[in-house]
């Protein structure tokens, strides 16, 4: 039985979807004016996890991620770089695709964009407006949060109760502080859409209450997003959906807590944003990604070179047990040893961690747990056959490389290839010497060109020889 803690009631509920096996879940993507940094990929990473566990308990999850692709920042940073938004916007589209793919998330079944949707916007303002829910103001298009009398139900708060405590921008129009915008006027310079208000572009809340209702449905099984989207933005996509359809929105909200670095808030302003594009280039996705499972995605998360450090260090245990069982693979021993392993006990363990609202840092100790039982059998009888290692390897690729990510068995066999590769060269290479031994310089000298030929040089020494490869 699968948990999830839901945001919406404050407990641990039984998961129910609501047309089993299918299960629908929508997360807030990114807003595509920068490259994005590792607090949104802890976001990205972890509904990936969330995701890839439901498909291996046998659910079909239609998974959509949005990408907010027109908004305050991006028309920022296109007037600071004297170009037009939709090129911003393109241009951050494709680096987080190429991000997310580094990342070894898998793709979302849809990833709509906001600009692609108006229509639909347009459509569910007008349908808040028809039912009283939304007023306009010279253009600018208000949600009217006390007409709703839910509003608040996420945050667990009181309208007053919010008014007092958020940072909700003041704005004369709006007849309540907490009223945001559905449509916003075009200024000057800006992008715009024609609508019944004139020109302008959607609020962000808008576009995800669009969207989720057209790629899901009204009504739909799972809503994720980092936490500081609880409020407003979430709250905010209830009130404008559940006044719309006048049906429950979504059944069960996560959230993922916040990432830190060095203990700190990552902000701009201390310098320490760091891109998942930059720490790409220092660690492997893997290690990115166990660092963040060995974390329960609701916690806070403190991010430093040491996680990522230890966490390339224990994936060298996971990696070496994957190479030794593809070599054993590859040697195709039918007779021979099965050692006793309890299978069945590590898959009990994992599904148990994980159906405790995704634990994943159990669900990490429990692969860690069988890779040390699998070395100790391993160290502990010769002859084992094929059958063993092929149960081995299965456990691995349903969990740590299927569910977690943490582990690319399409890297480690080119691995070992690239180990046999080694041992054939240096095999070469002392045919080589023997053939000088014989005299024979001409078998010795084919051996060096040929070798050169196809990008590998040797280099002789008096401690012997050596060899570099040149990359083509
Ligand atoms: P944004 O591009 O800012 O709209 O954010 C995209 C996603 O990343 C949202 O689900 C955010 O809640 C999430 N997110 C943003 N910052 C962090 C952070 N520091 N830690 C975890 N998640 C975050
Ligand atoms: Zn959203």
């Known amino acids: 039985m699968l948990l999830i803690y839901n945001t919406l009631t404050r407990t641990k509920e039984e998961f129910n979807p609501i047309n089993p096996p299918n299960v629908k879940m929508y997360v807030c993507g990114p807003t595509v004016y920068d490259y994005f940094h590792i607090g949104n990929a802890r976001s990205f990473i972890m509904s990936d996890i969330i995701r890839r566990y439901l498909e291996y308990k046998g659910y079909e999850v ?7 692709d027109v908004d305050d920042k991006i028309i920022k940073k296109s007037i600071d770089q004297k170009r037009d938004a939709k090129s911003v916007a393109e241009d951050y589209s494709k680096a987080f695709f190429e991000d997310i793919q580094k990342l ?12 692609n949707h108006i229509k639909e916007i347009i459509d569910l303002i007008k349908k808040l407006e028809q039912k009283g829910f939304a007023y306009n103001i010279d253009g600018n298009v208000f949600y009217n949060v006390n007409r709703f009398s839910n509003y608040g139900k996420l945050s667990g708060k ?15 129009e709006k007849k309540d502080p907490l009223d945001f915008a559905l449509w916003k006027k075009a200024k000057e310079g800006e992008p715009f859409w024609e609508s019944p208000w004139g020109k302008g572009r959607p609020g962000w809340h808008i576009e995800c209450s669009a ?9 739909f099984d799972i809503h994720a997003g980092g936490n500081d989207l609880i409020f407003p933005h979430h709250e905010n996509e209830i009130a404008q959906s559940e006044a719309a359809t006048g049906k429950k929105f979504v059944n069960y909200w996560i959230h993922f807590g916040f990432l830190n670095i060095n203990n700190e808030k990552m902000s701009k302003s201390l310098g320490n944003i760091f891109t998942a594009r930059d720490i ?29 450090s230890s966490a390339e260090k224990g994936l060298e245990k996971l990696k070496n047990l994957a190479e030794k069982i593809e070599e ?29 609202d995704f634990n994943s840092p159990q669900a990490c100790a429990v692969i860690f747990d069988f890779v040390r039982d699998v070395n100790r059998a391993i160290a502990e009888n010769e002859n084992i056959s094929l059958k063993f290692y092929l149960s081995v390897k299965e456990f691995l690729q349903n969990t740590a490389e299927g569910v977690l990510g943490i582990l690319d068995f399409s890297e480690t066999a080119n ?39 196809i990008g590998i040089e040797l280099q002789d020494s008096k401690s012997g020889t050596t060899y570099k490869k040149n990359k083509k």
Do not use: W
């Open 62 to 68: 239609k998974f959509v991620m949005n990408l907010t």
């Open 104 to 115: 070894k998330i898998k793709p979302a079944n849809d990833y709509p964009k906001a600009t």
């Open 158 to 172: 009181k309208i007053d109760e919010l008014e007092s405590g958020a940072r909700i921008e003041i704005n004369d």
């Open 211 to 219: 969207m989720s209702c057209k790629h899901l449905g009204e009504t």
């Open 280 to 308: 790409l280039k220092i660690y492997s996705a893997e290690a990115v990604r166990l660092a963040f499972a060995q974390t329960h995605y609701a916690g806070p998360l403190n991010f430093s070179d040491e996680l990522l």
């Open 328 to 356: 054993e693979i590859k040697e195709n021993r039918q007779e021979g040893i099965v050692p006793k392993l309890d299978f069945e006990k590590y898959k009990n363990n994992f599904g148990t961690a994980m159906d405790d």
């Open 415 to 453: 691995q070992s290839n690239g180990a046999l590769e080694n041992d054939l060269i240096e095999l070469l290479i002392k045919l080589r010497q023997d053939a000088k031994l014989e005299k024979n310089y001409v078998l010795s000298d084919k051996i060096r060109n040929e070798l050169k030929n």
